[in-house]
C-alpha cells in the first residue's frame, strides 16, 4: 500500500509516541508499504522549529535523513501539477500544509495516514 504520512503522523511514528494509532503504527511498521513523506511536511516541520513550537536534538537534515533511510520512507516532492490541483479544491480544511497532502494523496494515489478526520470532506483514503 502507497501511504502519504500526514506530518503529525511522522513525527509520532519516528518518536515511538503513544499518540499514533495501533493501526498507524502497523502501518508504519509493516515492510510491505511504501511510505512517503512530502516536502510539504518537511517545510511545516522547519517552520514549527523556526517559531520554537517544536524541538528536536539533532539538525532537521540530520534528523530526516536518518529516519527516513531508517524507516523507508520516500520523499514526495511538490510538483507543479500538485500546486495547479489546489485551484479546485474545496476549502473544507484552510491549512495550506493539509491542503497540499491532500492534492498530492490525490494525484499519486495514495493513502494518507493522519488523525485529522476534515480530510475526510476530500474523499481522500484517510487511514488513523
Known sequence: MKVLLDTHAFLWAISDS??????????????????????A????????????RLT?????????DREMKANGI????????HCLRLTDLPFHHRDPFDRMLVVQAMAEDCRLLSTDPVLDKYGVQRIW
Do not use: M, Y
Not at 41 to 52: C, M, R, T
Not at 56 to 64: E, F, M, N
Not at 74 to 81: F, H, Q, R, S, T
Open 18 to 39: 503513544a499518540r499514533l494509532s495501533p493501526r498507524g503504527r502497523a502501518i508504519f511498521l509493516d515492510d510491505d508499504n511504501q511510505l512517503l513523506l512530502s516536502a
Open 41 to 52: 511536511s518537511v517545510w511545516e516541520i522547519a517552520i514549527k522549529l523556526a517559531l520554537g
Open 56 to 64: 528536536t536534538t539533532d539538525p532537521l537534515g540530520d534528523l530526516l
Open 74 to 81: 520516500g520523499l514526495l516532492p511538490i510538483e507543479v501539477e
